[in-house]
């Protein structure tokens, strides 16, 4: 096992502790320890700054590499709830010429039998690595499950994930969540449990696009029990008002005692009712012990394109999902495929992007959006020794700002990464990999999954 690098670093803001003052940081082992408030502007001569460091070259030694952060602002490595890394950079070869959520999913699954594991298996290698360029350390996928079309492409893109996060996992963190589909016989549900036993970490689903949603549900619920995993729904990722599988989830994870272990994403229905009947839902979501997940970039995209103005936007009642005590974090869905166009996995984005279609920008609103990145999502994803603390394991992101109001309002590029005892990227430009080997996954993956249209089309 390579040695981790040990780190005392100066002068560093932590915004999740006291922004107003300035902290002195160590690592020993990959774990936080020491973090004690020191004087303004403290200097020590054997302290270098960030710019004067190699850390190409502290990445292979054993002593303490000594940083002066001059201000620049840490924070624990962010986690990214819920992605689907393997339809990344897909949109080149799915289109969707309506930018409706329905004809998202009719093309994709028709395309997804033409797709190579190796394909699959690069897609989410480069949205992964992208995500851990700006600063991403831990990702919930949710991935494909398409059964209707054979168990052969139902299970490619299993064994493609757990590839990918098997040679990953010295550097990020990869979550696997199987999207199970609706209305299945028991052959494909013998296919699911096998999925099951391959070892991903939760079973997802999207049961609001079912005619029957309850039974779907039910079934989750019972196959999540079996093999004791969490649960993750698409839930009511629609305008209609009268969409409400939420609250039979709620009831299911009362029933099942699995408050804590599910979390329901989108909720853009919830956007759609009235104050008194989202208060009730959301009411109902906190006691049941729900966590959720909002996805604004997306749902801004291809929510309200069915009607006339004024548009339904589709971004869920964040602001009052958080201030009735659920854990709501904010995540970036889709890269550049047929639910969304666009996106680059940076979370910083997405929160900007948030506090736009939620109305949070009051100083108090930016930091909690810095939560919805970061202890937020931790819980969601169930982490454990998680956070700038001491005792916990050292994953962080520095950048080159000084408080929150700074980073949202120019989005600075300059970002050094560290994550799992070793430096992964340097400050400016785009990906520049400090792990050589990093570097040539990225450089194959590049290749592989690019935004050029296919050969075949």
Same mark, same amino acid.
Request: net charge negative.
């Given at each position: 096992?390579?040695?981790?690098?040990?780190?005392?670093?100066?002068?560093?803001?932590?915004?999740?502790?006291?922004?107003?003052?300035?902290?002195?940081?160590?690592?020993?082992?990959?774990?936080?320890?020491?973090?004690?408030?020191?004087?303004?502007?403290?200097?020590?001569?054997?302290?270098? /700054?960030?710019? $004067?460091? %190699?850390?190409?070259?502290?990445?292979?030694? /054993?002593?303490?590499?000594? !940083?002066?952060?001059?201000?620049?602002?840490?924070?624990?490595?962010?986690?990214?709830?819920?992605?689907?890394? %393997?339809?990344?950079?897909?949109?080149?070869?799915?289109?969707?010429?309506?930018?409706?959520?329905?004809?998202?999913?009719?093309?994709?699954?028709?395309?997804?039998?033409?797709?190579?594991? /190796?394909?699959?298996?690069?897609?989410?290698?480069?949205?992964?690595?992208?995500?851990?360029?700006?600063?991403?350390?831990?990702?919930?996928?949710?991935?494909?499950?398409?059964?209707?079309?054979?168990?052969?492409?139902?299970?490619?893109?299993?064994?493609?994930?757990?590839?990918? $996060?098997?040679?990953?996992?010295?550097? !990020?963190?990869?979550?696997l969540f199987p999207m199970i589909p609706y209305g299945l016989n028991q052959l494909e549900v013998e296919t699911v449990e096998e999925a099951l036993r391959m070892g991903v970490d939760g079973i997802g689903g999207a049961p609001h696009l079912s005619p029957t949603p309850e039974g779907d549900i039910d079934r989750i619920f019972a196959l999540a029990e079996k093999y004791d995993l969490p649960i993750d729904l698409h839930s009511d990722e629609t305008d209609n008002p009268m969409m409400r599988t939420v609250e039979h989830t709620a009831r299911r994870t009362e029933e099942y005692g699995y408050s804590g272990r599910v979390t329901v994403d989108h909720l853009c229905a919830l956007a759609s009712m009235t104050d008194r009947d989202a208060h009730e839902l959301i009411e109902r979501m906190a006691d049941s012990g729900l966590k959720a997940v909002s996805l604004p970039a997306v749902n801004l995209y291809l929510q309200g394109r069915g009607e006339g103005f004024p548009v339904r936007r589709g971004v869920t009642r964040l602001k009052e999902i958080w201030e009735a005590g659920i854990s709501i974090a904010v995540a970036s869905d889709n890269i550049h495929d047929p639910f969304h166009p666009f996106g680059r996995g940076d979370l910083v984005q997405i929160a900007l992007i948030a506090s736009y279609a939620a109305h949070m920008g009051r100083p108090a609103d930016l930091r909690t959006l810095l939560r919805m990145i970061t202890d937020v999502p931790a819980t969601v994803l169930g982490l454990e020794h998680y956070g700038v603390k001491i005792g916990c394991d050292v994953n962080f992101v520095i950048i080159d700002c000084q408080s929150p109001e700074e980073l949202f309002t120019l989005l600075p590029d300059r970002r050094w990464v560290y994550s799992q005892g070793k430096w992964v990227r340097m400050a400016a430009g785009k990906a520049q990999w400090k792990d050589s080997l990093l570097a040539g996954y990225w450089e194959q993956a590049i290749e592989e999954v690019s935004f050029r249209k296919r050969s075949d089309n």
């Open positions: 096992m390579a040695s981790l690098l040990n780190l005392d670093l100066l002068n560093v803001r932590l915004p999740m502790e006291n922004e107003s003052l300035l902290y002195r940081v160590s690592v020993r082992d990959g774990k936080w320890t020491r973090i004690e408030a020191q004087e303004a502007n403290a200097a020590q001569p054997d302290f270098v /700054s960030l710019e $004067k460091c %190699d850390l190409g070259k502290a990445a292979d030694v /054993s002593a303490v590499c000594q !940083i002066d952060l001059e201000g620049k602002m840490l924070l624990p490595g962010f986690v990214d709830s819920h992605m689907h890394l %393997d339809k990344s950079f897909s949109l080149t070869s799915v289109e969707n010429i309506s930018g409706t959520l329905e004809e998202a999913v009719r093309n994709y699954s028709v395309a997804s039998p033409a797709f190579t594991k /190796s394909e699959i298996k690069s897609r989410i290698m480069r949205s992964s690595m992208q995500a851990l360029s700006f600063g991403t350390t831990y990702i919930r996928t949710h991935l494909d499950f398409n059964i209707r079309a054979s168990r052969e492409v139902a299970l490619r893109t299993i064994e493609a994930a757990l590839e990918a $996060k098997e040679v990953l996992s010295p550097y !990020i963190s990869l979550q």
